[in-house]
């Protein structure tokens, strides 16, 4: 399993954990916990997108001024 599917995994487990939530101060705080593991798995996936793609090209070109 990517990082980023476990990331999302465990913001749903917090969203549910939420939703049982006794309070709705409770609820708030798991919310933004739940939001905070929905921005990982977003880095996570973006760096897992990163890393499958080719590497780049790049061209050093020593220029002589002299």
């Known amino acids: 399993m990517r990082d980023s599917q476990r990331y999302d995994a465990q913001a749903d487990a917090v969203f549910r954990m939420a939703a049982r939530a006794e309070s709705p101060a409770e609820k708030q705080v ?13 880095e996570a996936a973006r760096n897992e997108r990163r890393a499958l793609r080719p590497p780049e090209q790049r061209s050093f070109e020593s220029r002589n001024d002299d």
Do not use: H
């Open 30 to 42: 798991y919310l933004k916990i739940a939001e905070g593991w929905r921005k990982l798995a977003a």
